[in-house]
């Protein structure tokens, strides 16, 4: 085979354990002919020692292409690593987690609410808008206290963009743009970390 492969490589993938990832399976293949058979050349094999997380360079990924495709020009664009994440079966007991983690968010959010109010002393101040508006002192000025409370909730259910699985907007939440941000931040580390550990263990092995 002659002409040129070009290769764009996925940022992260899901496989089970112990699958052969294949070319298909970590990058975008276009090539003038042999396509369909190009993407099937097998990559990598997971294995146990490897747990979760594979990180596959495109220079291996080349080196194995030209292995099978000894005359072919490859272009890589984009990435230069995908990473594998190697899913394994839930544990049965893992539906537990979802009332646990609901009941500590719920407890620790209101806590914290709380003490906010408690720290800007809230109550004192919806008592002297009271008194400022009506003239009249009242421990417990509800006409505050109440459309204060739904518009707390309310302001939630905006600034989150979520009410319950149904999104607002397509606009994304600061919560979902702070998440994106650690995980772009956490697979940057583990890129460079897989990378160490596996030159490491070539420095030993020789």
Known sequence: MKGTVFLKMRHRIQVQPNATVRLG???????????????????????????????????????????VVPHVDIQSLGPSQTIVE?????????????????????VGSGLAIMNFHEDVSMQQVQQRLYRVITGKEVVKPLWFQIPYSLGLGLGMILFFNHF???????????LEVEMFQYQQSLD??????????AMRRMNDDS
């Open 188 to 197: 940057q580390y583990v890129i460079m970390h897989e990378n160490k550990e």
């Open 164 to 174: 319950f699985k149904k999104r607002i907007n397509e606009e994304p939440s600061p």
């Open 25 to 67: 399976d970590v990058a975008q293949v276009i090539a003038n002919e042999r396509m369909d058979e190009l993407r099937r050349v097998p990559i990598y094999t997971v294995q146990k020692k490897d747990r979760n997380i594979v990180i596959i360079d495109v220079m291996h990924v080349m080196k194995t292409l030209l292995a």
């Open 86 to 106: 190697v899913v394994y079966e839930k544990k049965r007991w893992g539906y537990l987690y979802v009332p646990v983690v609901w009941l500590l968010l719920f």
